[in-house]
């Protein structure tokens, strides 16, 4: 999610979005800056500055000069490829300021042009569109764009046909939540001790269990993994109280007929569902707000204004 800020420093430059970073062209370069997921932590902005391709022996040089300045302009972590230099702003307790971007992004280019990394022409650069590249800003010309976009709709189209159920990944995604609540129970009746937190791991493995089967992505992928963590949570806590209730050597109508008309019984679970339910939605939140239905597309990017 964009700040404000970052979004401001975009329209300072005339830039565009995607869903998580501002790009365009700089000094003749095409920069990327990514905001940090909310979910992540710590928070950080990362500036990527791409280029043609270049030797081993002038990385090498843009790496040193890179890294003997670190202390200078207050990044730790660094990247620097034969394709591009990518720098990390942590931000542990605010947010990084525009001005701080702006010294580091000038450091950046006036590093790589010391190494004779050209800039694109401006003539080529202005026949060049903003497009979203499956979240990474990119500008190209037309010829570009359609070969990507070709290869694209190949590509998809293969997955739609691998993808073809919702089903599958409901499936998926139950299954793979049974270890979960088997370890949930366990530690529930043999240790007396419920956590709650495990509704964060049935998330994480409903998540994974939806990819494994291949469900189908689009509108319905992230209902059904809300869904499935709940049930699993539901099914957990019920088979928790109903192993805790087998003292009584009651039959099954009788332990489930007793866990939801005993008041005190039922306050217990219900409880325990609350809780769990909260940490459910924690899990579900952090894993479902990473999901993407749309993973390989290429479409025009939004101008900030």
Same mark, same amino acid.
């Given at each position: 999610?964009?700040?404000?800020?970052?979004?401001?420093?975009?329209?300072?430059?005339?830039?565009? /979005?995607?869903?998580?970073?501002?790009?365009?062209?700089?000094?003749?370069?095409?920069?990327?800056?990514?905001?940090?997921?909310?979910?992540?932590?710590?928070?950080?902005?990362?500036?990527?500055?791409?280029?043609?391709?270049?030797?081993?022996?002038?990385?090498?040089?843009?790496?040193?000069?890179?890294?003997?300045?670190? /202390?200078?302009?207050?990044?730790?972590?660094?990247?620097?490829?034969?394709?591009?230099?990518?720098?990390?702003?942590?931000?542990?307790?605010?947010?990084?300021?525009?001005?701080? @971007?702006?010294?580091?992004?000038?450091?950046?280019?006036?590093?790589? /042009?010391?190494?004779?990394?050209?800039?694109?022409?401006?003539?080529?650069?202005?026949?060049?569109?903003?497009?979203?590249?499956?979240?990474?800003?990119?500008?190209?010309?037309?010829?570009?764009?359609?070969?990507?976009?070709?290869?694209?709709?190949?590509?998809?189209?293969?997955?739609?046909?691998?993808?073809?159920?919702?089903?599958?990944?409901?499936?998926?995604?139950?299954?793979?939540?049974?270890?979960? @609540?088997?370890?949930?129970?366990?530690?529930?009746?043999?240790?007396?001790?419920? @956590?709650?937190?495990?509704?964060?791991?049935?998330?994480?493995?409903?998540?994974?269990?939806?990819?494994?089967?291949?469900?189908?992505?689009?509108?319905?992928?992230?209902?059904?993994?809300?869904?499935?963590?709940?049930?699993?949570?539901?099914?957990?806590?019920? @088979?928790?109280?109903?192993?805790?209730?087998?003292?009584?050597?009651?039959?099954?109508?009788?332990?489930?007929?007793?866990?939801?008309?005993?008041?005190?019984?039922?306050?217990?679970?219900?409880?325990?569902?609350?809780?769990?339910?909260?940490?459910?939605?924690?899990?579900?939140?952090?894993?479902?707000?990473?999901?993407?239905?749309?993973?390989?597309?290429?479409?025009?990017?939004?101008?900030?204004?």
């Amino acid at each position: 999610m964009l700040t404000k800020k970052l979004k401001e420093f975009g329209k300072q430059h005339n830039w565009y /979005k995607t869903k998580n970073s501002v790009f365009g062209a700089y000094q003749g370069y095409v920069i990327n800056i990514y905001q940090s997921d909310l979910t992540s932590s710590p928070q950080s902005k990362t500036i990527i500055c791409k280029f043609d391709p270049i030797e081993e022996e002038r990385r090498l040089n843009i790496q040193q000069e890179i890294e003997k300045h670190k /202390k200078q302009y207050g990044y730790k972590q660094f990247e620097v490829s034969e394709k591009f230099v990518a720098v990390v702003l942590f931000e542990n307790w605010r947010r990084t300021k525009n001005e701080k @971007i702006t010294d580091v992004l000038n450091f950046i280019i006036e590093t790589i /042009k010391a190494n004779d990394v050209s800039p694109i022409d401006d003539n080529i650069l202005s026949s060049y569109q903003a497009y979203n590249l499956s979240g990474e800003g990119v500008l190209l010309d037309h010829a570009e764009y359609s070969r990507i976009n070709q290869e694209f709709n190949r590509h998809n189209s293969k997955e739609s046909l691998e993808r073809v159920s919702y089903m599958n990944g409901f499936l998926g995604a139950l299954l793979f939540t049974v270890p979960v @609540i088997i370890l949930w129970v366990l530690i529930a009746v043999f240790f007396n001790y419920l @956590i709650a937190a495990f509704g964060i791991f049935i998330a994480v493995a409903a998540s994974y269990g939806y990819e494994q089967f291949k469900g189908k992505l689009g509108g319905g992928t992230k209902i059904i993994l809300i869904i499935t963590t709940l049930l699993a949570i539901v099914i957990a806590n019920i @088979i928790s109280t109903y192993i805790d209730l087998s003292y009584l050597e009651l039959g099954y109508s009788q332990t489930m007929e007793l866990m939801f008309t005993n008041p005190e019984i039922r306050s217990v679970l219900l409880s325990n569902l609350g809780l769990s339910a909260v940490f459910g939605a924690i899990g579900v939140w952090w894993i479902i707000s990473s999901v993407e239905t749309k993973r390989h597309f290429i479409e025009k990017a939004e101008k900030i204004i």
